[in-house]
């Protein structure tokens, strides 16, 4: 299953007060894992961005001289190109989504609704109500490093985020799906989140002597006038 990780830096808060977007940064998940596909670019928002932006994220007015709008096709066909049709995550989704269809209303083009989207912010808090649920605070929860982040960016904050999001729908570990299923008679469902493969496989760190060591021994185990289920099954 294909996902897109998205995320915005802005020039403020409220895109109902003209704040724009200035960065977004997106990340492809093929089930959950990062295939290595991303997608970044700065954009000229036409308007100052505040102090706190600056603060926050060290994107300043002349970083963002000469960089593309957000309605040239450098910007917004590339970046729905890589949405594709595929759920978008975002932390705090409303806030993303927000700003997305602000610039999009900007150029009479149609909105992303509601249902497009997966909010982390939503599901941090159903994995532990009650618990700060920032991305910072989820990232400490599954001991995801942030320490090389002085500074928010948005690919950044997206790879952060992808790290998360595999977390909360249940990590690298096998999960059990126990609801009825029609298809498979009410009975429960053991699903894999996929692994990647090693390139190489390791090698052996039994050795020889080792191996025929052990055989020797387990033919000294068991009763000798009946076979033993091991040599059977061996």
């Not at 990340?27 to 928002?45: H, K």
Request: hydrophobic share 40%; aromatic share 6%; net charge negative.
């Amino acid at each position: 299953m294909r996902e897109v990780v998205f995320d915005t830096e802005t020039t403020g808060l409220n895109p109902g007060q003209g704040d724009r977007i200035v960065e977004v940064g997106c990340i492809e998940l093929i089930n959950l894992l990062p295939t290595g596909r991303e997608f970044q670019i700065y954009i000229n928002p036409g308007r100052p961005v505040s102090e706190a932006t600056v603060r926050i994220t060290g994107i300043t007015n002349e970083t963002l001289r000469g960089k593309p709008p957000f309605e040239s096709p450098l910007v917004v066909d590339r970046l729905l190109e890589f949405f594709g049709d595929s759920p978008i995550v975002a932390h705090n989704a409303e806030f993303d989504r927000g700003f997305l269809n602000y610039e999009l209303e900007l150029m009479g083009r149609p909105p992303f609704p509601k249902e497009r989207f997966i909010d982390t912010l939503v599901l941090a808090r159903e994995h532990r109500p009650g618990s700060p649920a920032s991305l910072d605070a989820v990232c400490k929860r599954f001991d995801i490093s942030i320490k090389d982040r002085v500074l928010h960016g948005a690919l950044l904050d997206a790879q952060l985020l992808a790290m998360a999001y595999l977390e909360l729908r249940g990590g690298r570990e096998r999960r059990l799906d126990l609801a009825d299923d029609i298809n498979a008679g009410g009975r429960g469902q053991v699903m894999f989140t996929p692994r990647r493969q090693r390139p190489t496989p390791l090698p052996p760190r039994l050795t020889t002597a080792e191996a025929a060591a052990h055989a020797a021994f387990v033919e000294t185990l068991g009763d000798k006038d009946h076979d033993v289920i091991w040599k059977k099954l061996g």
